[in-house]
């Protein structure tokens, strides 16, 4: 048999003591009055005349609240709100995207329009038997072209919610990875959850080419990544009720799901469809034959193929034709020529001198580019071939020991960035080998 501990009347008396003090102060603590629960047992302990309740219990309160009463509520309508805002017109809307982007006029029109119809159906009810449908857009260009940089300048404009995502995430539902109704909960994260704004909101789905189909060929595993994506995609681009799990999709599975309509949101894709003037290629050369065709195949601007893609090379690509069928005007962005590159680094509001010569002005420093400097950049963009994104990294590499040494030289006043420092950097980051082929 076990033995039993035993205590001396001493200690015994000290534990009834500790005992009764607790006991004691416990007796005048405040409780809830619905989950009789201490005051030091919750966080937060709201006093009332006759009653008291806990964090806890509110909270509860207010869901339950929500599912009795909250799906009885009137939505509310934005238009009032909108029309308290300007409405951009389309010159309008490409005056603004002409400081931060350059060229891609014909992308820019695109946008400009398809932007402003979206605020004419949201503001003009339908009052008779036509109802204008909305007109989702694919943009398709090279990296580098400013895809992103188009929507993120137009994020800065709207007066509707705006949300950004990226298509690489999504998976098939029931597969590692996010659903595609985590679209919607990104724009309502957007406009602070108000379920009637973003009704009316606007989304741009970024490097949709990432989910095109791996191949036509059958295969004993699903593709969840590509073609799975995409037939998921296709009731919410077209418009429908989505049950949307607000705070995300698997991180909280007990969250109450919130119920968005998509018939009004424009959806706006982009992608870089890496190969696909291949397929123009391929395409625009077999379209007839003999004397005909070979005068057609000359005329053809070989540098720029992407401005005959139509919906047709998307589908060749890998894109499913439901998807294309939601995704109605197909525009495309031009390859950064040298004069555009050039004006990349000097002109827009955010170009890129005039963020270094900022960072060098919060030291004190005034930084001087000369020309032959900027050409020179330029021209080792080019060999690149990553568009814009080449020129920040090339600046990168020019002014790293700059940044590096100026900031610990108190008497140092100014800085010129001269064509041989360049050179001379570029040389030592050993730029030749990671040039593309």
Same mark, same amino acid.
Do not use: W
């Given at each position: 048999m076990? #033995? ?15 005992t009764?003090?607790?006991l ?5 603590e405040?409780?809830?009055?619905f989950c009789d629960?201490l005051?030091?047992?919750?966080n937060?302990?709201?006093?009332g005349?006759?009653?008291n ?9 207010h ?15 934005n ?9 951009y ?19 820019k ?13 949201? #503001?003009?009810?339908t009052?008779?038997?036509v ?13 580098g ?9 137009i ?5 509707v ?8 995430v ?24 108000d379920?009637?704004?973003?009704e ?8 949709i ?10 295969s ?6 590509g ?18 799990p607000?705070?995300?999709g698997?991180?909280?599975?007990e ?9 009004n949101i ?12 291949k ?5 625009v050369q ?12 000359k ?14 090379d998307?589908r060749t ?5 439901e ?5 109605p ?18 002109e ?12 060098f ?15 020179? #950049? ?7 071939k990553?568009?814009?994104?080449g ?8 002014l ?15 800085f010129?960035?001269?064509?041989d420092?360049a ?8 730029l ?6």
């Open positions: 076990p #033995m039993r501990q035993y205590y001396s009347p001493l200690t015994s008396f000290f534990v009834f003591l500790q009764n003090i607790l004691m102060s416990r007796q005048g405040k409780r809830c009055s629960r005051e030091s047992e919750v937060i302990l709201f006093t005349i006759k009653g309740i806990c964090d806890a219990c509110t909270e509860n309160a869901h339950l609240l929500q599912e009795t009463v909250g799906d009885g509520k009137p939505a509310k309508d238009r009032d709100t909108l029309k308290k805002h300007k409405i017109k389309p010159k309008e809307i490409k005056d603004f995207l002409d400081q931060y982007v350059i060229g891609q006029d014909s992308a029109k695109v946008m400009s329009v398809a932007i402003y119809n979206h605020y004419k159906r949201l #503001m003009h009810p009052a008779d038997d109802e204008i449908e909305k007109s989702n857009i694919i943009m398709v260009g090279e990296t072209t400013g895809k992103t940089l188009l929507a993120k300048s994020a800065r404009l709207l007066q919610p705006f949300a950004i995502v990226d298509a690489t999504f998976t098939e539902a029931g597969y590692v990875g996010e659903d595609v109704e985590s679209i919607l909960a990104r724009l309502l994260q957007s406009c602070n959850y379920i009637a704004a973003a009316q909101g606007i989304v741009y789905i970024d490097e080419d990432k989910i095109g189909r791996k191949g036509d060929n059958p004993i595993t699903r593709d969840v990544s073609e799975g994506v995409q037939q998921a995609m296709l009731k919410l681009l077209e418009g429908t009720e989505v049950l949307v607000p705070q995300g698997r991180k909280h599975p969250q109450k799901l919130v119920k968005v309509n998509t018939q424009l959806f706006i894709c982009g992608g870089a469809f890496e190969g696909v003037d397929m123009i290629a391929r395409r077999t379209s007839s034959i003999g004397y005909n065709a070979i005068k057609a195949t005329e053809l601007d070989r540098s720029n193929l992407l401005q005959y893609v139509n919906a047709q998307l690509f890998g894109l499913i034709p998807l294309l069928g939601r995704l005007i197909v525009t495309y962005l031009n390859p950064l020529d040298r004069d555009a590159l050039k004006k990349i680094l000097t827009p509001k955010n170009a890129l001198i005039k963020q270094y010569k900022k960072l002005e919060y030291e004190g420093i005034e930084l001087t580019v000369e020309e032959d400097a900027l050409d020179y #950049m330029v021209d080792k963009a080019i060999e690149f990553l568009g814009g994104r020129l920040r990294a090339i600046c990168e590499m020019i790293t020991d700059a940044m590096f040494d100026l900031p610990s030289e108190t008497n140092k006043q100014n010129v960035l001269t064509l420092y050179r001379q950097m570029l040389e030592h980051s050993k030749d080998q990671l040039k593309a082929a």
